[in-house]
């Protein structure tokens, strides 16, 4: 399998369900990131994270709650969300440099609704 | 404020109907401006890198330029399979970019 794996594609949960999106990299990229994408609004970065270290928070709410447990795998743990949380959840990895950036390479995202 | 800015919003073309999409920035010391297509249901996909003012890209009938201000996308003689969201994109700080809420794009049989 290559590129950006994102699983599942679909999630429908309660205000009150505990579920997991999962992202999983095949290009050897040291960094990952989740974005949420909403109509008619620019993408929005959520997490960092370099060689597995968070390195950006973007003030996101505390009942997103990333893992990531090596550079390969990326975790997103949900709990109590709110119905405006419902969006596409979008994975992302890249080589991390220090000069000019490398693009993005993106999973094709979790459509999440909550009720 | 808007770091990036494209426009049209939206735009229908006629298949061979050339035309071009706008992405205009505000971000100083620029270190690269992306652009990518995103397919309804699906992730951006990336297209494109332009690092300096002058530079131009090019990928089948789709051209890429690069002015201190703005980025252009041009498309020639566009075929129904162009039609989606074409997004571009600017690093500001660290692994950080700025987005652009995307251009839709339906190009008409």
Known sequence: ETGVTQTPRHLVMGMTNKKSLKCEQHLGHNAMYWYKQSAKKPLELMFVYNFKEQTENNSVPSRFSPECPNSSHLFLHLHTLQPEDSALYLCASSQATGGNNSPLHFGNGTRLTVT | ?109
């Open chain 2, 1 to 109: 404020e808007d770091q990036v800015t494209q426009s049209p919003e939206a735009l229908r073309l006629q298949e061979g109907e050339s035309s071009s999409l706008n992405c205009s920035y505000t971000v100083s010391g620029l270190r690269g401006l992306f652009w990518y297509r995103q397919d309804p249901g699906k992730g951006p996909e990336f297209l494109f890198t332009l690092y300096s003012a002058g530079e131009e890209k090019e990928k089948e009938r789709l051209k890429a330029t690069l002015t201190k201000k703005e980025s252009f996308l041009h498309i020639t003689a566009p075929k129904p399979e162009d039609s989606a969201t074409y997004l571009c994109a600017v690093p500001w700080s660290g692994n950080q970019f700025y987005f652009g809420t995307g251009t839709s794009l339906t190009v008409i049989p």
